[in-house]
């Protein structure tokens, strides 16, 4: 699986329009409840995401714990960190640093560390990959009072290219959405399995064009949840909230292979948004790809307390 700390560049969080700030102004209760803003400071890398994080967060004698990834030891060596673990099952278990820096090569959903034992959480880049509820019930369980979350991630369901085409291998080769424009914009949620199937198969090798439609509808390499899915968990969580900024850009093109074009959707965002809205049963926001999200552990409230009704 290549790793995407060797691409944090491609990584895109950058400024939200006032399209988006207006639109989510509007939105439902439950997101004004939470809070969320248009990210006009979102960061544009895995660095510009810990800066921020470092900004927040009193980092000298502190102990963190980081969600899918293993930041650079060096970096972490800078900002006086009494401990640092790397959450990743996708790493090979290893400390470094001399103690400093403790990869452990498990789930976010199975962290292992006991209960109220770190300062801080940090995480980029990695929330789209995971069981969101699971792993911030263990975040819930292992912050101290007053610890913070603090969380940046990429591409979602809800974004044009939320089908996030990374950890899919072709021929010997990584294929990568920003480079691998393979899929026409909305594919995950304009088309069905076997139209997408039959769509992909009239510009692609049929063997690209299955893998495509395992990776987007079976593979359990994303979790498909939409924007409002992760305002409801994190609302739920027991967490209190800090702060949701969420931003639309999109710094790359989608050039898709040349498709039947009797085959292809004119897919417009309002005519989708309503479609997904009556098939989810609930307004459903599209169009977001990144959000930073931060959220606290309650001061002075022991970490098995029940969650927010
Ligand atoms: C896109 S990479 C981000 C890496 C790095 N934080 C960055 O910003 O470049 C996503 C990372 O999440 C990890 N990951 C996937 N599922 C996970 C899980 N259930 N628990 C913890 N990490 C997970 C992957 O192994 C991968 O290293």
Redesign the pocket.
């Known amino acids: ?1 290549t ?3 060797e691409h ?1 560049r491609e ?1 895109p969080m950058t400024k939200a329009t006032e399209h988006l700030r207006g639109r989510l102004a509007a939105k439902a209760a439950e997101l004004r409840r939470a809070n969320v803003t248009a990210g006009d400071e979102l960061a544009v890398s ?1 660095q510009d ?1 810990f800066g921020g994080f470092a900004a927040r967060v009193e980092l000298c004698g502190a102990v963190v714990a980081e ?3 293993a930041y650079p030891t060096s970096l972490i060596e800078r900002h006086g960190v009494l401990k640092w673990y790397s ?5 090979a278990s290893a400390i470094f640093g001399s103690g400093l820096h403790e990869v452990l090569a498990v ?3 199975e962290t292992p560390l006991p209960d109220a034992s770190v300062d801080a959480v940090f995480s ?3 929330f789209q ?2 069981d969101v509820a699971a792993t911030l019930a263990q975040v819930r369980r292992i912050l101290r009072p007053g610890g913070l979350l603090y969380a940046h991630f990429g591409p979602i369901w809800s974004a044009v290219d939320g089908h996030q085409l ?1 950890y899919v291998r072709y021929r010997g080769r990584d294929l990568q959405f920003w480079r691998d424009t393979l899929l026409p914009p909305w594919a995950h949620l304009a088309y069905q399995r076997e139209e997408l199937r039959a769509l992909l198969r009239t510009g692609l090798p049929a063997d690209l064009a299955d893998l495509l439609v395992h990776h987007v509808h079976d593979s359990d390499v994303i979790n498909r949840l939409f924007f409002d899915d992760y305002v409801t968990t994190a609302l739920a969580s027991g967490l209190e909230w800090v702060q949701i900024a969420a931003s639309t850009h999109l710094d790359y093109e989608i050039v898709p292979p040349a498709f039947d074009p009797k085959l292809r959707r004119n897919v417009t965002v309002p005519g989708l948004t309503a479609t997904v809205s009556r098939q989810r049963g609930r307004p459903t926001l599209l169009g977001i790809r990144d959000v930073l999200m931060v959220l606290r552990q309650p001061s002075g409230s022991p970490t098995n307390s029940p969650p927010n009704p």
């Open positions: 699986m790793k995407a700390t944090p990584w895995e995401v969600i899918g990834g959450i990743d099952p996708n790493r789930r976010a959903e980029s880049n990695a990959f995971l990374e």
